[in-house]
């Protein structure tokens, strides 16, 4: 029957041009290439599909229109149901079109110019549309429906059912529910029904399409309903609070006006239906605004107080072990020292580690002690000189310093040889050295010292001691055999007493630079280890590695320095008697004895010779070290306290005795050259002279008395090191030369005179080495240096103020009482005798008739000028 055809009731595919649709392959097999494989595997229709080019596509009629089944056999009758731009919902409608036997052939509107609306408003007949739309409100669309939603056949791509409808919702951004709660409020609550939107959609359409005249006539339509989406002013909202009509924060909902954002350093609370803003407890922080929770302080802050925005660093010295801390624990609390104590973490910077202070120490074991203090047994000890407190509470050494790992506080300054003490950890010293003794000073067992560290002994050390011995031993035969010759001739001094005289006074020299460098002067290379190796004349065995041949403590080592002079002495002694029996046993020349007075005079220039040095040896418990830690240490035996205990109490007793030895020997120095040198010269006792002669042989004749002189200038100059402070040392030593050099330059008392010249060369090479070498002075004494001024500018004041005085004083003396009473001018043939005679009668008549003779004093001839002119009352 025709009423049970829908072509009755529609329009016909073929009412519709052609040329308003698009074809099949560039319009829906374009955008949905699986489409014709999604309708076979679905539906397994064939006829609906075909094969081009090995790909599988929709089988169009007239390219254009894709016809169902049910109306297959005569298309252009089908109803048509058109499509938009690329096939939109294609997919399922014709799997639908097969399922349910309906007569409709798809095909796709144009989109140049939009056939998609007309066609759908032109027939009657379906369109494929999506709601809520306006596109064909107005003209009251009618919905086709589908067996409802079956997930599992739309699951495999079977689309029989209609598709799930879909739920419109409010979206929103996130967190707009705390930046704009009001809105947030309205989103939640707005609810429209579908029979509404239509009715607002079509009212949209019919006015235009003017979304502000529809929105404003809808909500003056629907007062009621829209009200009830308001929020309520005082519920709350996250992240706000009740206030008052003055803004404040208030927790009483009744006296509450309206919400506003919880300020930072507090959070939104809820409280019944609505919230509060409540300050965040002590340990917590809140830093933004608007939120709902306060957030515990981070380990190493703190925050003591209610309603913080933000948590406080642990100050130095402070730190905060756990979270939500309101008050920093102290470090070192009950040492007493918490001002010493601070917060620090190592940094590398260029390669090199930093300690640097930190806030907010998280942990304990950030404490330490500041810079410039150490920890030790939980103390914080202040550092002394030659300590590195850098902050990381360790105590390290700078080069040149020591102190044991037991006491690292205790610092000691390595006297001498600093390379012997590295630095770096308490308790280092340079390899093979003891690090129990006091600043690295000895050695270990089995090895000795060599340019400040120890190295095992060798054959060439062993070598070295002998070689010495047998040098010493041949110089002391050598100074027997010239003091024999000389004392043989009686003329002028031979060329070697010449030589030997200038070998003693080198000699001297040598032990005055010894002298000098106990004075803490820092030389330079290469004159540094040039004196060091000078050490060897003032009896430093270490210089010979005496440790590898006898190792000594440091009191032996000191008894057998001292008596080293004494060692010299039996040297002489058998070099004396060898040449006795040697003489003898040729039984040439007539036996003279024992001919002590040779021996006597060898042994006493031996004595002269190294007099500095056997005084300097014997001073050498008296000369100390002052060190960083307060401590004294014998300046040559660094490993010995200068304390009067122990071994320093045993050298000082054997230094002290062993003093008689030089003082004795000036002392009988003196009592020859002025008592009995007199005496026996007049005696002629030539045996004496001979015995004596090492003495006075040396200067020439009325100039003995120098050979005591020289002997007390050397006492002086070994006592210069005891002297507190480096400039009293170095001027008392620079006053002693230049005394002993004008002494020279006056009296020339050396019996040859190339003696004199070469003395006062090597005095004043020696003044001007030591007034270089106080210009590099290690600690030089402020307060000391200042005395020193003060009293030679005394000096200088008062001499000239004595100039002055002497001068007025003169002036007044020779203007009422001149020196002379009379000038005699005489002719030396003529008149010679008789000025003398009158001269000697004058005088005898009393003082006031005193006399002056023209020729009276002939060496400065200038001086009777003012003689005559000023000096005198009455010329003859």
């Known amino acids: 029957a025709d009423w049970f055809s829908p ?78 731009q690329t096939g939109w919902g294609l997919i399922p409608l014709i799997q639908q079109a097969t399922f349910h036997n309906m007569p409709v052939a798809f095909a796709t509107a144009i989109t140049e110019p939009d056939e998609y609306i007309p066609l759908g408003r032109e027939y009657q007949s379906l369109t494929y549309w999506w709601w809520p739309d306006t596109m064909f409100t107005l003209d009251n669309p009618v919905l086709v429906q589908f067996p409802a939603f079956n997930a599992a056949e739309h699951a495999v791509e079977n689309y029989r059912t209609m598709k799930d409808n879909t739920r419109l919702t409010n979206w929103a951004a996130g967190g707009i529910e705390v930046a704009a709660d009001k809105a947030a409020h309205l989103a939640e609550t707005m609810n429209v029904y579908s029979a509404e939107i239509t009715v607002m959609l079509k009212r949209y359409v019919q006015l235009g399409n003017d979304p502000w ?186 080069p040149g310093y020591f102190s044991r790992s037991t006491e690292p506080g205790e610092v000691y300054y390595c006297f001498g040889e600093r390379v012997r003490c590295p630095g770096g950890e308490p308790g280092t010293c340079a390899f093979g050295r003891d690090t129990s003794t006091i600043a690295c000073s000895a050695c270990e067992i089995g ?62 020299i040598v032990q ?11 030389w330079g290379e290469p004159f540094a280890s040039i004196l060091v190796a000078l050490e060897v004349m003032a009896f430093d065995l270490d210089m010979i590695s005496i440790g590898c041949v006898a190792p000594m403590a440091p009191v032996m080592k000191f008894a057998t320095r001292t008596l080293m002079v004494l060692l010299l002495f039996a040297v002489a002694s058998i ?64 490993g010995v306290y200068c304390n009067g205990e122990g071994e320093h109490l045993s050298m000082s007793v054997i230094g002290g005795l062993a003093c008689l030895l030089p003082l004795g020997f000036l002392a009988i120095c003196t009592w020859v050259i002025i008592w009995e040198l007199p005496k026996r010269l007049q005696a002629a006792d030539v045996k004496f002279l001979r015995a004596c002669s090492f003495l006075f042989m040396r200067f020439r004749p009325g100039a003995e008395a120098f050979s005591v002189l020289f002997l007390v200038r050397n006492a002086l100059v070994v006592l210069c090191p005891l002297l507190p402070g480096a400039s009293a040392k170095v001027v008392s030593m620079n006053l002693i030369l230049y005394g002993s050099l004008a002494m020279v330059a006056y009296s020339k008392p050396w019996r040859a005179m190339v003696c004199n010249f070469l003395d006062m060369m090597l005095v004043t090479g020696m003044l001007v080495i030591l007034d270089m070498g106080s210009l590099f002075v290690e600690d030089n004494d402020g307060g000391t240096t200042m005395v020193i001024c003060l009293i030679f500018s005394a000096l200088m004041l008062l001499s000239i103020v004595a100039s002055v005085f002497y001068g007025v004083a003169k002036h007044f003396i020779q203007k009422y009482r001149k020196p002379f009473k009379f000038f005699l001018c005489h002719q030396k043939i003529a008149a010679g005798s008789m000025a003398r005679l009158l001269k000697i009668e004058l005088q005898k008549r009393g003082s006031k008739f005193s006399t002056f003779v023209d020729c009276d004093d002939l060496n400065d001839l200038t001086k009777l000028f003012s003689y005559v002119g000023q000096d005198t009352e009455t010329f003859v």
């Open 7 to 84: 072509s009755t009731y529609t329009a016909k595919v073929s009412d519709i041009d052609l040329n308003r649709i698009q074809i099949c392959d560039t319009s829906v097999m374009k955008a949905y290439p699986e489409i014709a494989q999604t309708y076979l595997a679905a539906t397994g229709d064939t006829a609906g599909v075909k094969t081009v080019n090995g790909n599988l596509v929709l089988d169009c009629w007239q390219d254009k229109w894709w016809v169902a089944p049910s109306c297959r056999s005569n298309p252009g009758s089908c109803t048509p149901c058109t499509t938009a």
């Open 213 to 398: 005249e529809s929105a404003c006539e809808w909500l003056k339509g629907n007062d009621n309903l829209w009200q009830s989406w308001m929020p309520n002013e005082t519920a709350c909202t996250s992240g706000k609070g009740l206030v008052d009509s003055n803004g404040n924060f208030i927790t009483d909902r009744a006296r509450a006006v309206a919400c506003e954002t919880c300020p930072v350093g507090h959070y939104s609370k809820e409280q019944g239906a609505t919230r509060v803003c409540t300050p965040c407890t002590k340990g917590n922080y809140q830093s933004l605004p608007g939120e709902d929770v306060c957030l515990p302080c981070e380990r190493g802050k703190v925050a003591g107080q209610d309603g913080m925005r933000a948590c406080t660093p642990c100050p130095l010295g402070e730190y905060a072990e756990g979270t939500g801390m309101i008050n920093c624990s102290v470090c070192g609390n009950g040492t007493g020292q918490e001002d010493k104590w601070t917060t620090s973490e190592p940094v590398i910077s260029q390669g090199k580690e930093t300690w640097i202070q930190v806030q907010g120490a998280d942990n304990i074991s950030y404490c330490g002690c500041v810079a410039g203090t150490y920890l030790w047994n939980g103390l914080c000890e202040e550092c002394i000189e030659g300590a590195i407190c850098e902050g990381s509470s360790k105590l390290l050494l700078a």
């Open 447 to 508: 090895l000795h010292s060599r340019d400040g560290i120890c190295v095992e002994c060798g054959g060439g050390d062993y070598a070295l001691v002998t070689i010495v011995g047998i040098l010493g031993c041949i110089m002391i035969a050598v100074l027997y055999v010239v003091l024999m010759n000389e004392g043989q001739k009686s003329k002028q001094p031979g060329s070697l007493l010449i030589a030997a005289l200038g070998m003693g006074q080198m000699v001297t």
């Open 512 to 522: 005055q630079l010894t002298v000098v460098q106990q004075f803490k002067i820092d």
């Open 575 to 638: 070099v004396h008697f060898g040449y006795l029996a040697w003489q003898r046993s040729r039984g040439s020349g007539p036996q003279k004895g024992m001919q002590i007075s040779l021996l006597l005079r060898t042994a006493g220039t031996l004595f002269m010779v190294f007099f500095i040095s056997l005084c300097s040896s014997l001073l050498a418990p008296f000369r100390c070290n002052l060190h960083p830690n307060g401590r004294w240490t014998v300046q040559a035996y660094h």
